[in-house]
């Protein structure tokens, strides 16, 4: 297939598709799944192409912190990125696009030393942006009532970290929600998780689970459904947004 013929049936100028074809800007997943259609790629070939588009589609500021970023990581901000919503549940510590500074630090000096700490440090306060930015990303997020008792760093890290997130909380983009002992057990206890959803409605949504060494992605409709459905399950247990906050506040004193 010509080049030509190519753009004309995607509906872009030549130009546009040979600077694509050459690297020199970047493709859409939209666009990158109309290309796959008309050259009949499918299957698992074709959604492993769409979601490097979607790692892809904001390159940008992550790229200077490849040093200290693993490569699993990386594509999971793109992602993170380019969501429009993002639905988490976290067991033993607080999310990283709610994390203080000194939280962070103790964070990565615990679970990874003290090789290249305060890049990614820095790295990870940079995600943070996706929450203040012109069309700030819709964040739920659930807490085990756990993460507000364990002194990350010591009282003083501990106490400024709770503030943090009751100041957070209070944006209109994000919903906080403590998951008290008191409900008992839950769906949730063995799976923290991430659920990214898109503002383009042809980009499916995908799950997003990772350890100390690896990440995967879950892009299965069924495996989207269940974690969806987990989700609203650990939301109508958990305390309720204004419950939360008030127990937010509590734990900050408590660590004052």
């Known amino acids: 297939m010509t080049l030509d013929v190519a753009a004309r049936q995607l509906d872009m100028s030549k130009s546009n598709l040979s600077r694509i ?47 200290v970023l693993p490569e699993w990581f990386e594509f999971y901000v793109g992602l ?32 990874a030393g003290e090789d290249g700490l305060e890049r990614k440090v820095a790295a ?20 085990n009532e756990a993460v507000l008792l364990r002194p990350v760093g010591g009282t003083a890290v501990m106490a400024e970290q709770l503030v943090h997130m009751s100041r957070i ?10 998951l008290p002992f008191a409900a008992g057990g839950h769906p949730a206890m063995s799976t923290p998780y991430v659920i990214l959803n898109f503002a383009d409605a042809a980009d499916a949504s995908v799950v997003y689970l990772d350890n100390l060494t690896m990440g995967l992605a879950l892009e299965e409709a069924d495996q989207v459904l269940g974690y969806s459905l987990l989700h609203e399950e650990l939301c109508r247990m958990a305390l309720d947004p204004t419950a939360s906050l008030t127990r937010l506040e509590h734990a900050s004193r408590n660590f004052a």
């Open 124 to 143: 990870r306060l940079h995600r943070q942006e996706v929450l203040r930015r012109e069309n700030p990303v819709q964040l739920s997020v659930v807490l």
């Open 21 to 67: 074809e050459t690297a020199q800007i970047g493709i859409k997943p939209r666009d990158v799944r109309a290309a796959l259609a008309l050259y009949e790629v499918t299957g698992s070939d074709a959604e492993a192409l769409i979601e490097i588009a979607r790692g892809a589609q904001q390159r940008g500021w992550w790229q200077k912190y490849s040093d």
């Open 80 to 111: 993170e990125a380019e969501a429009a919503a993002l639905r988490t549940y976290e067991a033993e510590s607080v999310p990283g696009l709610l994390q203080t500074e000194a939280y962070a630090r103790e964070i990565y000096r615990r679970t």
């Open 169 to 178: 909380a209070q944006l209109p983009n994000v919903t906080i929600q403590v």
